[in-house]
């Protein structure tokens, strides 16, 4: 049975459904991310499995214990529940030292003060931390605090780690570190893992699953990769990596690109349930568009209307009719030169609905 | 190449001038009154003598006056910030019934006068004639009273309830701009609510509270209504108190003067320390606890003591804002002072011949308005003149001002007072003394602060960039100022007028000392009409006092919530 579950949860503000019927397992040691825009109900969700907002309905479970169930009038307040909390804005205590803080969550358990000691010190070790254990939390940089927040989760060992954005207020290359060190601390305490993140790039590197979420509704849930490559609708597909949409017309059995009067390819095959709609789009990742000659037979005429070097990668943006796609070429591969004619090869079309 | 000529400012220009400007007007009208109170407190027959400082200080009356000051604020901080502490802590932590509405009730005291309050307890529970005490003392057949005012008890639980707010407001904003996520993340760590109030939300507001309980302290120090509303008649003197008494009473002898003196360069120097002591406790203390995104923080639930929690407070408020208030407009109504309150006894007589017929009420209106009036317009200007040089130009120089510029945040309205007399009674050619125009002159000195706070919070609002954008257009450095900052600033200097117009209205420690037989204030009229025995006019002066507050205040909610729109 899986370790952390949530049944039919469902959150109402007033009018507002946050969170709409959410079914959800993750797996003792499974990192499990949430991902969604802002206003998605991840947050909302993170924090009913925390305990800080209560459910309108559903039931939450960790292992064999029932946290919160409106029905059955139960409820787990947070410090009963033995949960590590990472927030957004690291939320350590400046009034206290990093050892102090730390060691905070100990003493309320009224462990032995050696014990006390002995696990400050190794949550302090485990981050990093043990030079500034005597310092105060407000000399540190925003990592620094980010590691103090984190050791004073782990040193209570808890059953589920619960992180909410914590990397978004570090700068990037710091981001990246982080990640890895979390991952790393997963591995050595075996912990499960909820995080929240509107960050896909964080989402891929940690998460065994990830789940993407839309206005309170459960879009998908999957491994990482499958995530990326099969997303399972037009929102997933545009929520993660770069998208390019183009409006395609279905005109007496043939597709045109709007405002374009040639057909598409015959080796660009339009999926059946799209030939009964008048309008639907082709959808691409911009690295997997590639350009070729003027005379392949599944090439797509257009012209470069602006090409930029990004460094490792070369960014063009194509116009084929009215419409312009993203394509994206590595620096060393030939491509055209701005405003010349060119001819695109879609290697992996997605087709969608259009969107009303 | 073109070769541009780029012209330099060199030696006396405009910039030079606004600084020169602004020095001279806080010197006249701030720096060297106090001066002079120094000088005088410490030069005797033109030569230096501390020793003869030292005797004044430790004569009898002179030091039982400091120590009243000192029992009485640290009774009346330590009552105002329990209780304001308290308060804001019901309406932003816990699901107290109609928060918000309990937290505009608890601001009402800000706008009310607290010698109008003393005067109402005093008719409530003066020891033998106030209604309570005589209902208590017929009710139970004894002559004992219930509680007398005219003690160190009385006179500061009178202040608690009139500067509570001073904490009150600085701990609500500190409660409601702290980041949740320091409590909730010691709750997950383990912590019940108990145990966060006291480990993680008292510690981190403590700057605050600590900041509030200054203000308080160093008001009620300086503060002079009260004690002498109620202390006075039973001999408790306070240094305010004590520096009028000496003043008033002997027309100005040397011997008093340097009492007066004296008191006042203790008064000053205490000042000096409290606030040396705050901006330290603020610097030091300032936590960064202000959050990114925010949930709404934890409420702690009261369950079954909410409606009674709920009842404590309107009770509280009955009972130190509303009973007070009745009191005052009844017994200005009444026929004469220790009638019963029955309808035969009650009209609107008084009223009627203080506004229309009384020359000493009518003056007093007139005057406390056009004081009022004058003051607000030319401290706002003379502030944002002021502000601007402090907060914006690179002059040489500027540090001169800036020091300057701390000064009347340090400055007692007694202090003022005083200092404004012996500056302006002729012994340096200009005689303002026993006309309004002295009055004028102190209310700029006094009144300064609020206006330099208020234009350099605008002011500092307006980033240099926006100016530079304008020159770099072509506009010029006049330009500038009256098309972009003026603009900008508006705000703040119409805060500014109306945060110095209505306490000017009510003012009463700096009119008092300063006044001549036509030259009474609203708060000198009620002073000593009642210090006259005539109970029932100043009574219904008070109340016509207080609805011209409430009017002005309602006015300037209007006013500053549709210039912040």
Not at chain 1, 81 to 110: C, D, I, K, T
Not at chain 1, 213 to 224: A, E, F, H, S
Not at chain 2, 442 to 451: E, Q
Not at chain 2, 455 to 466: C, F, P, T
Request: proline content about 5%; some cysteine.
């Amino acid at each position: 049975m899986s370790y952390i579950r949530l049944v039919n949860v469902t959150k109402r503000f007033g009018d507002v459904t946050a969170v709409n019927n959410l079914n959800l397992e993750i797996d003792k040691g499974e990192c499990f991310s949430m991902l969604g825009p802002s206003g998605c109900g991840k947050t909302t969700t993170l924090r009913m499995v925390a305990g800080f907002e209560d459910l309108t309905d559903g039931e939450v479970w960790v292992g064999d214990r029932l946290l919160s169930s409106p029905k059955k009038h139960h409820y787990t307040p947070p410090e009963n529940r033995n949960f590590g909390m990472v927030f957004q804005a690291f939320a350590v205590w400046p009034h206290m030292s990093v050892y102090e803080n730390v060691a905070f969550p100990l003493r309320l358990r009224g462990l032995p003060s050696a014990e006390i000691d002995q696990r400050t010190k190794d949550a302090l070790a485990a981050t990093n931390l043990l030079k500034a254990a005597s310092e105060s939390p407000d000399s540190l940089s925003g990592g620094g605090k980010q590691r103090v927040a984190l050791a004073r989760a782990l040193a209570i060992n808890p059953d589920v780690m619960l992180l909410d954005e914590p990397l978004s207020s570090l700068d990037p290359h710091l981001r990246e570190e982080m990640r890895f060190e979390i991952k790393d601390l997963q591995r050595k305490y075996g912990f499960s893992i909820i995080y929240v993140t509107h960050d896909q790039s964080e989402a891929m590197a940690l998460s065994h699953r990830i789940l993407v979420m839309k206005l309170g509704v459960v879009q998908q849930i999957d491994k990482p990769l499958d995530i990326y490559a099969h997303p399972a609708n037009r929102f997933v597909f545009s929520f993660i990596g770069v998208s390019s949409f183009t409006d395609v017309l279905w005109q007496d059995g043939k597709a045109f690109i709007s405002g374009s009067d040639r057909p598409l390819p015959a080796a660009l095959t339009v999926p059946e349930e799209m030939k009964a709609e008048a309008r639907f789009s082709l959808a691409s990742r911009p690295t997997e568009i590639e350009f070729t000659n003027a005379e392949d037979p599944a090439g797509v005429h257009g012209q470069v209307i602006r090409r930029a070097f990004l460094g490792e990668i070369v960014d063009y943006l194509v116009r084929i009719g009215d419409q312009q796609v993203r394509v994206q070429i590595g620096r060393r591969d030939p491509g055209p030169g701005p405003d010349e004619a060119c001819c695109l090869k879609f290697l992996r079309p997605f087709w969608y609905k259009a969107e009303d | 190449m073109s070769s541009a000529t780029i012209k330099k400012d060199s030696g006396f220009g405009v910039a030079q001038l606004i600084l020169l400007l602004s020095i001279a007007i806080l010197v006249i009208f701030v720096a060297w009154p106090v001066l002079l109170i120094l000088f005088n407190a410490f030069f005797v027959d033109g030569s230096f003598n501390s020793l003869d400082f030292y005797r004044v200080l430790t004569d009898p009356e002179t030091f039982q006056a400091l120590t009243n000051s000192l029992i009485i604020a640290s009774m009346t901080t330590v009552g105002s910030t329990i209780v304001g502490t308290f308060f804001a802590w019901l309406v932003t932590r816990t699901d107290l019934p109609y928060k918000n509405f309990m937290k505009s009730l608890f601001l009402v005291p800000f706008m009310l006068p607290s010698f109008i309050g003393a005067l109402a307890w005093k008719m409530l529970l003066s020891p033998h004639a106030g209604y309570i005490n005589k209902a208590f003392m017929s009710l139970f057949g004894t002559t004992e009273p219930l509680f007398n005012i005219y003690t160190y008890y009385g006179i500061s639980a009178v202040e608690v309830m009139y500067l509570f707010p001073f904490v009150f407001i600085q701990v609500c904003g500190a409660l409601e701009r702290m980041d949740p996520t320091l409590e909730e993340s010691a709750r997950i760590s383990g912590a019940g609510l108990l145990t966060i109030t006291r480990k993680i939300t008292i510690p981190l507001v403590l700057p605050s509270i600590m900041s509030g309980a200054l203000l308080i302290m160093l008001y009620s120090m300086a503060h002079f209504g009260t004690v002498a509303v109620l202390g006075i008649e039973q001999g408790i003197y306070n240094i305010p108190t004590l520096i009028y008494e000496k003043i008033h009473e002997s027309a100005g002898s040397f011997e008093s003067i340097r009492t007066g003196t004296v008191l006042a360069t203790v008064l000053v120097v205490t000042a000096a320390i409290i606030i040396w002591g705050q901006q330290k406790i603020l610097s030091r203390g300032h936590y960064q606890i202000i959050g990114g995104k925010s949930f709404r923080p934890m409420e702690l639930k009261l369950r079954g003591l909410r409606w009674p929690l709920l009842l404590f407070c309107l009770a509280y408020i009955g009972f130190t804002i509303v009973l007070p208030t009745v009191v005052i407009f009844l017994v200005g109504g009444l026929n004469t002072y220790g009638l019963p309150f029955t309808w035969e006894n009650l009209s609107l007589a008084n009223y009627k011949y203080i506004l229309t017929e009384y020359d000493v009420t009518k003056d007093a209106i007139f005057n406390s308005v056009s004081l009022g009036l004058a003051a607000a317009v030319i401290t706002m200007f003379a502030g944002v003149m002021i502000s601007y040089v402090i907060v914006k130009m690179k002059v040489r120089g500027k540090g001169i001002l800036e020091f300057l510029g701390m000064l009347p945040f340090s400055v007692p309205g007694s202090v003022i007072a005083l200092g404004v007399i012996l500056a302006w009674s002729g012994k340096f050619g200009i005689n303002l003394y026993n006309t309004v125009w002295i009055i004028l002159v102190a209310y700029i000195a006094r009144y300064m602060a609020f206006s330099l706070r208020a234009n350099s919070a605008a002011l500092e609002q307006v980033h240099d960039s926006l100016m530079e954008a304008s020159r770099s257009c072509g506009a010029t450095m006049w330009q500038s100022l009256k098309d972009i900052v003026i603009p900008l600033v508006k705000p703040g200097m119409i805060s500014a007028f109306f945060l110095i117009f209505l306490p000017a209205l009510r003012e009463l420690t700096v009119s008092i000392m300063l006044y001549a037989p036509t030259t009474r204030t609203i708060g000198v009229a009620i002073y000593t009409l009642n210090e006259d025995g005539e109970t029932v006019m100043s009574t219904a002066l008070a109340g016509v006092a207080l609805i011209l507050i409430v009017i002005g205040q309602t006015l300037i909610n209007h006013f500053t919530k549709k210039v912040s729109e």
